[in-house]
């Protein structure tokens, strides 16, 4: 993985370790996602301290999707005696499941309420995070920080189901989330995607402010091959298009276009919802409404690097997430 460096923005795999935080808000997680050629996916989440229950405790979440669309739920928590974490690297352990990095590859292993999964990540496209290291919002709302160890990786491995297992291989991502206050506190929620095509890798994020004297900008993430080529939060947001959700009465984007320009690059993607694949509302330590949108959406995007210039189309998942009070 990445040798230590003095440049904050360049990522290290100390970035992807356990980030102890004195404020009884503290949570982090690890989280890993798979989408597979046999039709499975899965997600996986390791909390260190749960930012979803008060107080934070640590636990495990596992989603599986069958190929028939099928969802199958796993959750256990665990006492503190039984979690350790390195303060170096990603080598997390809750209860008998861990997820390591051992050189240039993550080891996983998940098991709960009898499905499971045992991976192995390794990364395609080198880890990255903001231009201002690892922080996302840094003021007077919280810290929250977010780094990508794997913004896009080769996976193999075998998940379980009822006992039975399923030998799988495809495309992955890895994530670490931490904060020393509750999301909601500092972030009203956030729109997120990305994007993988043959040659590029797009990942975008936009946080929308929880006050009107708080500037978040939005962060785009570019690779062309195994090579980044943009880590910007010099990035245009522009919801082209809102629509009434029904079932839930909020209006969402379902229309976007981002923007970027750099020294060596230029960069214009378009995104425009197809479908909803899923809306949850919860609520949680906010007491309020939480909404969770999961959606389908095509994107296109024109690359100009270095003056050679791609177009590129396809389909991807975008998420829509509000943490505050809508309206």
Known sequence: MAEATADPVQYIDKDDAVH?????E???WWYFDGVFDNGYTCALSYFWRNYF????????????YTPEGKKLLGYAGYDTKDCTAS???CDVKLGDNFARQEGDHYKVRLHAHKIGAELTFKAIVPGWKGVDGCWIVYDDTGKQAWVNAIPRGSVTGTLYIDGKPVSVKGQGYHDHNWGDRNMHDSMAGWCWGRMYDDIYTFQYGWLFPVNETQKILPLLFVAKGSQGIVNSIETEYIEEKRELHEESGNMVPTDLTLKCKTADADISVHIKVIKTLDCSKSVGIAKFPLYYYRRLASYDAVVTYKGKTDRVTGEAIN???YLSPVG
Not at 20 to 24: A, E, G, L, R, S
Not at 53 to 64: D, Q
Request: no cysteine.
């Open 20 to 24: 102890p935080m004195d404020t009884d």
């Open 26 to 28: 503290y949570y982090e």
């Open 53 to 64: 229950t008060k107080p934070p405790v640590p636990g495990v979440l596992l989603h599986i």
């Open 87 to 89: 303060l170096e690297r």
């Open 319 to 321: 998420e829509y997430t």
